[in-house]
């Protein structure tokens, strides 16, 4: 609704100060020349927003105007008692601040939205963990935070993936929690990192202050950096002849392989099927795993290491067969 959405415009202002056309009509999912009418609708309605130009200009409200506006509709209520992700709030030492938070929203609501809260709240639950739970060491997350609020420098000593110790002077920027995993977002010498916190074996604030970029916005640097993680991800293209009776395990291959296209079933119910793993080493145990009913059929090469794998296979467990028997006849 309109009238939602120039409250949220209002709100928006109060919380930034200023802000691009481009960004308000991300934000609230709509075009900009929408934006621009409904500028005009509220400072036709006496709200005193203003257009500054330049490279740092936007929409700017005056620092005068306050709304104490609070009211929240239905479905804002129960995306408040939705969104609680529990694990991640404890991480932080947040947990008991946020159900008292909860339970202080929830006794300040009318009884009508208390009850469309709690029905929400019976009825959808929001488990943020995955099925492989993942146990990390965060012990040097309470050292983070306390650099991020107080906008100090820090001395890292971080482990790198390949097993080597550097030590670093970081400036904190923010913290991201990708499903369980928290990592850090630093500058280094003004170049922007990425830094898994489970990771960092030591964790010194500093009196120096930290450095903050004036157009760094957190969110947009960890969806700008997930993209180009993506498209740098290694890539092993394919192809396999499978069965019928594989294709719904396969529609569910996940992390181990991704099917990109699958041809018509032949006289037999087989199938070509084009496929995309990480690396060469997930290729040949994913055709494996599947025995006769999968065979490799390019590269050459992928075709080769998987005969080699099998072969090496049936020699283990003939071996294994051959000194059963020896032990057996010893026994008699």
């Not at 694990?87 to 300040?108: F, M, N, P, V, Y």
């Not at 110790?165 to 923010?174: I, K, N």
């Amino acid at each position: 609704m309109r009238a939602d959405r120039l409250l949220s415009i209002l709100f928006l202002l109060q919380i930034h100060r200023r802000l691009t056309a481009g960004e308000l009509a991300r934000r609230l999912e709509v075009s900009e020349r929408t934006i621009h009418r409904d500028m005009d609708a509220l400072s036709t309605a006496g709200i005193p927003v203003t257009a500054e130009r330049g490279s740092n200009g936007g929409w700017v409200l005056l620092e005068d105007f306050r709304t104490n506006l609070t009211g929240l509709n239905e479905t804002e209520i129960q995306a408040m008692f939705l969104a609680n992700p529990t694990r991640l709030l404890t991480d932080l030492g947040l947990k008991q601040a946020a159900e008292s938070a909860l339970i202080k929203l929830l006794a300040a609501l009318p009884s009508m939205s208390r009850q469309g809260a709690e029905y929400a709240r019976q009825r959808i639950y929001v488990d943020a963990a995955g099925w492989h739970d993942v146990n990390e060491d965060i012990s040097a997350l309470p050292s983070l935070q306390e650099a991020i609020w107080q906008e100090r420098k820090m001395r890292l000593s971080y482990e790198r993936g390949d097993g080597a110790a550097v030590e670093r002077l970081v400036d904190p920027l923010g913290l991201v929690a990708k499903g369980n995993v928290w990592y850090l977002v630093a500058a280094v010498d003004g170049s922007l990192r990425t830094y898994r916190v489970s990771r960092v074996r030591a964790a010194v604030v500093t009196d120096e202050p930290a450095v903050r970029p004036d157009d760094f916005d957190l969110a947009a640097y960890w969806r700008q950096s997930t993209v180009d993680f993506r498209a740098n991800l290694p890539r092993y293209a394919a192809v396999v002849r499978a069965a019928s009776e594989t294709f719904p395990r396969m529609q569910h291959a996940g992390r181990f392989g991704r099917v990109e296209h699958i041809d018509p079933p032949d006289a037999n119910g087989w199938c070509r099927v084009e496929m995309m793993f990480d690396v060469e080493d997930e290729a040949v145990g994913y055709v494996l795993s599947y025995g006769p009913l999968m065979e490799a059929l390019e590269p050459a090469s992928l075709r080769e290491k998987v005969i080699e794998a099998a072969q090496g296979v049936v020699a283990m467990y003939q071996s294994i067969g051959q000194q059963e028997t020896v032990r057996d006849d010893f026994s008699l």
